[in-house]
T-cell receptor, first 121, second 111 residues
Framework: QVQLVESGGGVVQPGRSLRLSCATS????????MHWVRQAPGKGLEWLAL??????????IDSVRGRFTISRDSSSNTVYLEMSSLRAEDTAVYFC???FGSGTSSVLDHWGQGTLVTVSS | QSILTQPPSVSGAPGQGVTISCTGS?????????VHWYQHLPGTAPKLLIL???NRASGVPDRFSGSKSGTSASLAITGLQAEDEADYYC???????????FGGGTRLIVL
């Protein structure tokens, strides 16, 4: 079955950068868009970013646009989230998810287990 | 504060039914964008339950159903079981945000 495995989380100081990875398998990666979603402690799910299957079209929530960059590598079936200028409020579990629809009809049909990012000095 | 509003919690006894609402606006649900529902147990991967307002995802029992009217959508769960105790989220697209958005989430408590 579809597999998504996040990695790269950890403790990072405010203002520093971190890159998350989401290794995928058991589906045709190049045919699907991919999302990043996060959940801060005690809070709900928050959609962050989407990259279309073409790797060109990318969309972000306002709070991370300009600080976070989503990208993908079809040779390794991996999607990335490059996070810079990290803040304490970026502390969360970060999930990647596959996009079953596209654009305005996005449906996140398979999810990874998440990786924890803690921003603290 | 999400632009899709859900009640913080609902509860019901085993065997009973509950409904979770998701209220949006003319820039999301009211604009005709699909509403999707997810179940999330802490520490696990969220699970897709309902897609496109009313369609159950593969393997989801028919105790779960979705509906939509105007600027609101609902998830109904009948015949509550202990394993249904989890957080439930609605999700749609919003034109003002030009992206997906989740509701604030609803904790289902099975009494």
């Amino acid at each position: 079955q579809v597999q998504l495995v996040e990695s790269g989380g950890g403790v990072v100081q405010p203002g520093r950068s971190l890159r998350l990875s989401c290794a995928t398998s058991r589906f045709s990666f190049s045919s699907y868009g991919m999302h990043w979603v996060r959940q801060a402690p005690g809070k709900g799910l928050e959609w962050l970013a989407l990259i279309w299957s073409d790797g060109i079209n990318k969309y972000y929530i306002d709070s991370v646009r300009g600080r976070f960059t989503i990208s993908r590598d079809s040779s390794s079936n991996t999607v990335y989230l490059e996070m810079s200028s990290l803040r304490a409020e970026d502390t969360a579990v970060y999930f990647c998810a596959r996009d079953f629809g596209s654009g305005t009809s996005s449906v996140l049909d398979h999810w990874g287990q998440g990786t924890l990012v803690t921003v603290s000095s | 504060q999400s632009i899709l509003t859900q009640p913080p919690s609902v509860s019901g006894a085993p065997g009973q039914g509950v409904t979770i609402s998701c209220t949006g606006s003319s820039s999301n649900i009211g604009a005709g964008f699909g509403v999707h529902w997810y179940q999330h147990l802490p520490g696990t991967a969220p699970k897709l339950l309902i897609l496109g307002d009313t369609n159950r995802a593969s393997g989801v029992p028919d105790r779960f159903s979705g509906s939509k009217s105007g600027t609101s959508a609902s998830l109904a769960i009948t015949g509550l079981q202990a394993e249904d105790e989890a957080d439930y989220y609605c999700q749609s697209y919003d034109t003002s945000l030009t992206g997906s958005v989740f509701g604030g989430g609803t904790r289902l408590i099975v009494l």
